[in-house]
């Protein structure tokens, strides 16, 4: 027999070929996920997002809410600026928030404009979630958002007298 036509030299041929491949392939990717990486904790945000959810009252009611978000954010994926508009059949509300990352923390400012109220937020970011604390005058509220590349989950437990908590389901818009 040729060594040509040796069936597990053929076969260990083959699987190293396949090895080099998957190596190149790899190699290939590898500035790709390190660009990721290094776009900032808020790249997947930017753009158009619509969604819906519910409003949480303190009675135990709730009500259904649609929103929209814009997401501005900058090169470096280290800030962004929202622009959010909700609605409800009892509740509107308009809020524009500039927000900051730096070694995982995560700061900013928001303005609620329909009500004329304002606050920080503080926090912790890893991977496409953020956990913080929202606060104004009057209350406190735990914010957690998760971002995938195509959907959003936004969830605000709220200790106002107003409203219990938020959960929207955002998507792509």
Known sequence: MRRSEDPNRESFMRSLQ??????AAALFMLPAIQQAEARGPFALMAGRWIG?????????SHERIHCRASYVVSPSGTALNQVLRCASDSYQVDIDSDVAEQGGAV???WTETTRGASGTLAGVVHGGTIEGTITGVGFTAVLLLVTHPRTQLVSIRLNSAEIAGVTVDFRRD
Request: glycine share 28%; with cysteine; net charge negative.
């Open 52 to 60: 819906s959810g519910t409003i949480d009252l303190p009675g135990g």
């Open 107 to 109: 700061s900013g400012n």
């Open 18 to 23: 396949s090895g080099f491949c998957a190596l």
